[in-house]
DNA sequence: TCAAAAGTGTTCTGCGTACACCCATGG
DNA sequence: CCATGGGTGTACGCAGAACACTTTTGA
């Protein structure tokens, strides 16, 4: 293993959509010596980064390593460097006692945002979702980094085209429209909504319906990002 | 002198307009006993943390130190971590002979920027105030941290209340008018930006006027940040 | 036949945009 | 009296917002 660099360190924040809510990846502080400290607090998927790596590899690697997600999109969102965030004293002996070799005294962490949609396939059993209202107390400042990752998620979904990231490669209408009221808090008008993604032509209707509902069934769209690219170089906002 | 971290550094983007263009401050490479390396190369004002310092006082502290500036908005905006950047090798030999008792190996940076009206009296010796386009290869990666600070500016500037920071105390609605087109490197019909401007009550106008211009004296204003907060709370796009 | 969501159109209002002329001042 | 920018108003088109009913399916 590489030898790591204890000043610097990245942590994740993954959002997932399960078509009713908003919820974000936790995983439990890993025990010692096989003993869970007390309060099994929760925490983001993060870790020191190694010497010579880059920042977002090292993002990428501890994603992986912590819940075996990988391949998707992440972006550097902010960066904690309070010389006082280590703190209760009982997260940073934690924090200590399991990177052994290393003299922990502060970190500066970089901080990653993700959307992915949540489906049975990635409940593995390391990782916790949690509705990200009413979190409980995370390690660190790890409450303020999520809540941080919201605020500036709210803003780019305005913007760029993030929620095709929160859905399947086959979705409705409908389930756009529920993400953003998700995200967003807000409520949509059907039609109108309906209306704004008439002419986006990177919409793309497939000869598929969704099947099984016990209601007419929904056309199926799919996002084609290169007709996106395309069409929305200079494009301000994407949708409201 | 409190003792430095060597792995975490603090970069400043300041930006300035003159009344016709954006600026942005540089400062000469400091010299190695006294003679100047080759080249007289120019970079941003920056420098390593102390080891107990918030990332934020940094930004602040350096910036004074290097340039006399302060009391100026200072805004994080990325992080640049490339194990590569302190490239190439003449400047990393600079810096490590800039910082004698340290061993520099790989530098994180934050970055920042500001915005600052620009007038005789912050043309200091020290600094050096350089148009945004046609800018020269300055140190280490420090010509992409300025175009990523120009990008974030570009679109924070459509949002938020961020061209009274470049702005004297009192102006007119034309030096307004010329901020942004100068940022957005975009032209803006007078009458249907004044129209724009015109529900805003945060803009309050003086008592007074323009005086010793060769033409119609222009209406002097003033921007009332509480005035602003009061009615922009949920406002998402402020000027255009 | 019922429940549940899909899908469709019109009207009104407000905002962005295009565009031309007279005004006040200093030189 | 001339040059320079200050300051004003109107008409058009598009886009957002409000709002109700019919359709298709599974149970």
């Not at 869970?36 to 010497?51: A, D, N, T």
């Not at 409450?143 to 500036?152: C, H, S, T």
């Not at 913007?159 to 967003?184: G, N, W």
Request: charged share 30%; glycine share 4%.
């Amino acid at each position: 293993m590489p030898a790591l660099n204890p000043h610097i360190s990245v942590d994740c924040v993954i959002l997932g959509f399960d078509s009713k809510e908003l919820k974000v990846l936790l995983i439990e502080r890993e025990h010692i010596n096989g003993v869970s400290p007390e309060g099994h607090k929760l925490k983001l998927p993060g870790s020191l980064i190694y010497k010579n790596e880059d920042l977002d590899k090292s993002a990428y690697r501890t994603l992986f390593e912590l819940t075996g997600l990988r391949d998707i999109f992440l972006k550097q969102f902010a960066v904690f460097g309070n010389p006082n965030r280590l703190s209760p004293q009982e997260d940073l002996d934690w924090l200590r006692k399991t990177t052994n070799n290393y003299q922990i005294d502060r970190v500066v962490t970089i901080a990653y945002y993700s959307l992915i949609k949540l489906t049975e396939s990635n409940r593995t059993p390391k990782t916790i979702w949690y509705p990200v209202k009413n979190l409980p107390d995370l390690i660190f400042d790890h409450n303020q980094i999520i809540k941080k990752a919201l605020e500036i998620l709210r803003n780019e979904i305005r913007s760029k085209p993030l929620c095709f990231e929160l859905l399947p490669k086959k979705f409705t209408i409908r389930q756009m429209h529920d993400v953003y009221e998700a995200i967003l808090d807000e409520s949509f008008d059907s039609r109108n909504f309906r209306k704004k993604l008439k002419p986006l032509k990177f919409l793309v209707p497939l000869q598929e319906k969704e099947k099984g509902v016990n209601h007419k069934p929904a056309q199926l769209y799919r996002f084609d990002r290169k007709l996106y690219f395309k069409y929305n170089k200079k494009r301000n906002g994407f949708i409201l």
